[in-house]
C-alpha cells in the first residue's frame, strides 16, 4: 500500500516514560501525606492524560473535583522538573524512523501529554527528525480519541487518511485512527495488554515489522 504519513503516539510508543511519570506522582501524593503506588500500577493508569492519571492515583474517598485539579496543577509542575527521569527511547524506534525517512514517508507525533512537554521530549530525544506536527494536550485540542489532531496532521502533510498510518500502544491511539479514518497500527510492548488492541489492523511486536506493512 501507499503511505505518505505515520502518526505516533508518544509514551509507551515510542519513548518508555512510565517511570517518570511513577517518580513526580508519588512525591506528589508523598506531600499530600497519601499513599504511593508501584510502577505497574502507573502503567494501567496512563495514557488518558495528567488529570485522569491523577484521579486514579487518589483514593476514591479524595476524589472530589477541586481537590483533583489542585493535585493535578501540583503533578504538572513536579512533572515539568522530572520530565526526563529515567527517559528512553524504545529499542529499535530510530531504526524504523531512519527507514521511514529514507523512504520519504512523513512523520508526526500525536499525544495526550502536554504539549510543551511532548515537545521537550522531541528536543531532547528525537531532534534528528523533522515532524510535520508535534501536537500534545493544550487549550483548543481536544483529547484522543477525538481526532482533530489527527485531521489536522493529515491536513498539514496533505495526507489522506488511507494514506496515514496511525501508530499507537492504547485503545484511544485505535479509536483515534478508525474515529479519523486513518489505518490503525498498535504496538505490543508499550503499555497496554494485547487484548484491548484487536480493532488495530496490524499488530506490531518490534517497530521494524512496520516497513512489512507499507513494502
Known amino acids: 500500500m501507499t503511505i505518505k504519513l505515520v ?32 510502577l505497574n500500577n502507573y502503567i494501567k493508569w496512563m495514557g488518558g492524560g495528567f488529570r485522569n492519571l491523577t484521579m486514579k492515583a487518589l483514593p476514591e474517598s479524595k476524589r472530589r473535583e477541586e481537590y483533583i485539579d489542585k493535585l493535578t496543577k501540583k503533578m504538572d509542575d513536579t ?57 500534545g494536550k493544550k487549550e483548543g485540542i481536544p483529547n484522543k480519541p477525538n481526532p482533530f489532531a489527527a485531521k489536522k496532521i493529515m491536513e498539514k502533510a496533505k495526507a489522506t487518511p488511507k494514506e496515514t498510518m496511525y501508530v499507537g500502544d492504547s485503545q484511544y491511539d485505535i479509536e483515534t485512527a478508525i474515529n479519523a479514518e486513518a489505518i490503525p497500527v498498535a504496538v505490543k510492548w508499550g503499555y497496554r495488554e494485547e487484548h484491548v488492541l484487536q480493532k488495530a489492523k496490524y499488530l506490531l511486536n518490534h517497530p521494524i515489522e512496520l516497513l512489512e506493512y507499507i513494502e
Do not use: C
Not at 17 to 24: F, I, K
Not at 101 to 110: E, F, H, Q, S
Open 7 to 38: 502518526i505516533f503516539d508518544m509514551d509507551g510508543t515510542i519513548v518508555s516514560t512510565a517511570e517518570s511519570y511513577m517518580y513526580s506522582m508519588n512525591l506528589v501524593l508523598k506531600q499530600e501525606g497519601l499513599p504511593e503506588h508501584d
Open 79 to 135: 512533572y515539568g522538573k522530572y520530565w526526563d527521569y529515567h527517559l528512553r527511547v524504545y529499542d529499535g524506534i530510530y531504526d524504523l524512523m531512519d527507514e521511514l525517512v529514507k523512504k520519504g514517508i512523513l512523520l508526526a507525533i500525536n499525544t495526550n501529554k502536554m504539549d510543551d512537554k511532548a515537545k521537550k521530549i522531541v528536543k531532547k530525544l528525537f531532534h534528528q527528525y523533522h515532524f510535520v506536527e508535534v501536537i
